[in-house]
DNA sequence: GGCCAGGACACCA
DNA sequence: TGGTGTCATGGC
């Protein structure tokens, strides 16, 4: 499994070059980039946080003394924005508790502790919790998303109903704990995902074995870089 | 005008 | 434990 994963992800590689992820200034512009694209797409994220430059919100202690209420209004481009300001809050809250706000603090300790500790935080589901980790904290700590589960389920290697810590594992069991390797292959399959969906807008996803929105079933299309196996 | 995006969580049976 | 509803803007 380990060189199939390894084959794959040099496909991908040769296909879409370096990602340089993740698209941010800083590894606190991670944390808050994080949890602005749960469920969005990254073009709405970045006027949301080109809003909270502009107000100057973008730190840790900006975001700690400003009002979720306000904090809403400045990332409404990002969508649901009355949940992501309370999830922020909520976030940043818990970091100045538990380590004083500090970044240096937050990713000095041992990582699969942290792991946990962010996945008890309300609003830090597992895909926003490791990506932090492993784009923000540079720990091996891959990150699985939809893209992931639809093209590895459209390659006959899992399940199409795999959950996450299940399809997780498949990489951290098979591949070396190797952050700058989990930093790239997360993007080139983020890369592939949305180039695949962009080619097939009347059947979002379905360029791989999945059922549509109307309840078609649709033929496999070749990805064009990946074959199933 | 419909569909969906780099999720997470509450609620219900 | 699994299925469904909710949150919401903006691009195509």
Known sequence: ??????????????????????????PFEVCVGAILTQNTSWGNVEKAIANLKRAKLLSPEALRDTRVEQLAEVIRPAGFFNVKAKRLK???????????????????GEWPILREELLAVPGIGPETCDAILLYAGGKPSFV???YTRRLFAGLGLVREDIGYE????????????????????????????KEHCRKRPRCPGCSLHVL??????????????????
Do not use: Q
Not at 1 to 26: C, H, N, Q, S, V
């Open 1 to 26: 499994m380990e060189k199939l994963l390894l084959e794959i992800f040099d496909r991908l590689f040769r296909r879409y070059g370096p990602r340089r992820w993740w698209p941010a200034e800083t």
């Open 90 to 108: 909520g976030f940043i809250d818990w970091f100045f508790a538990r380590y004083d706000g500090s970044l240096e603090r937050l990713f000095a």
């Open 144 to 146: 699985v998303d939809a």
């Open 166 to 193: 299940e399809l997780r594992a498949l990489f951290m069991e098979n591949l070396p704990p190797d952050p700058p390797l989990f930093n790239e292959y997360h993007a080139l399959i983020v890369e592939h995902g």
């Open 212 to 229: 549509c929105r109307a309840g078609h079933r649709h033929d496999p299309v070749p990805s064009p870089v990946l074959r199933p196996v």
